[in-house]
T-cell receptor
Framework: DAGITQSPRHKVTETGTPVTLRCHQT?????MYWYRQDPGHGLRLIHY???????DKGEVSDGYSVSRSKTEDFLLTLESATSSQTSVYFC??????????????FGPGTRLTVL | DAKTTQPTSMDCAEGRAANLPCNHS???????VYWYRQIHSQGPQYIIH???NNETNEMASLIITEDRKSSTLILPHATLRDTAVYYC???????????????FGKGTLLTVNP
């Protein structure tokens, strides 16, 4: 299995509080992603990174920010958590491969509950 | 990226082959077909991918029709541990970070029965 860890694995917080989720990889892969998964919506991309300090928005980025100061760490921050951000969050990594394909490896997920 | 259509759910008997279809009739020539699965409460797992030739690895086989408008993922001897949601994803692979993201649809829930 790819070396990806997420922390915390479970978190309960209150509306309005800041929350930071961490994704750590030991594979030295260039690309890192944050997805959220909700019933009826499947997996949706929040933000992604294509290198240290290089990040961009995904399809559901409102209310989230990210940072990547080191290759191995990708942080997802909810500046002021809302109940609509209750979800399971997955981090993924991939390495660019010449010739085309893009296998993504996923972490175990973080279950976040915002009360 | 091309849209895909998969059945919502399928059943398969343990030990039998599971054949999961995916329709991608609007696929273009430079789009790959990827399959991932997600076992309950776990992160998605890559299974296989292909462009136009059939592919096989230790997990599964991927059969892509000649016109590339549909494909079938085959698990040759399904086990109870193969019960999962299977996602068929079609996408272009280009250089540049944003083009490496995956778009997951609803997938097919495969239930392997004893």
């Amino acid at each position: 299995d790819a070396g990806i860890t997420q922390s915390p694995r479970h978190k309960v917080t209150e509306t309005g509080t800041p929350v930071t989720l961490r994704c750590h990889q030991t594979e030295n892969h260039r690309y890192m992603y944050w997805y959220r998964q909700d019933p009826g919506h499947g997996l949706r991309l929040i933000h992604y990174s294509y290198g240290v300090k290089d990040t961009d928005k995904g399809e559901v980025s409102d209310g989230y920010s990210v940072s990547r100061s080191k290759t191995e760490d990708f942080l997802l921050t909810l500046e002021s958590a809302t109940s609509s951000q209750t979800s399971v969050y997955f981090c993924a990594i991939s390495e660019s491969v010449s010739g085309g394909y893009n296998e993504q490896f996923f972490g175990p997920g973080t279950r976040l509950t915002v009360l | 990226d091309a849209k895909t259509t998969q059945p919502t759910s399928m059943d398969c008997a343990e030990g039998r082959a599971a054949n999961l279809p995916c329709n991608h009739s609007t696929i273009s020539g430079n789009e790959y077909v990827y399959w991932y699965r997600q076992i309950h409460s776990q992160g998605p797992q890559y299974i296989i991918h292909g462009l136009k030739n059939n592919e096989t690895n230790e997990m599964a086989s991927l059969i892509i029709t000649e016109d590339r408008k549909s494909s079938t993922l085959i698990l040759p001897h399904a086990t109870l541990r193969d019960t999962a949601v299977y996602y068929c994803i079609v996408r272009v692979v280009r250089s540049g970070g944003s083009n490496y993201k995956l778009t997951f649809g609803k997938g097919t829930l495969l239930t392997v029965n004893p």
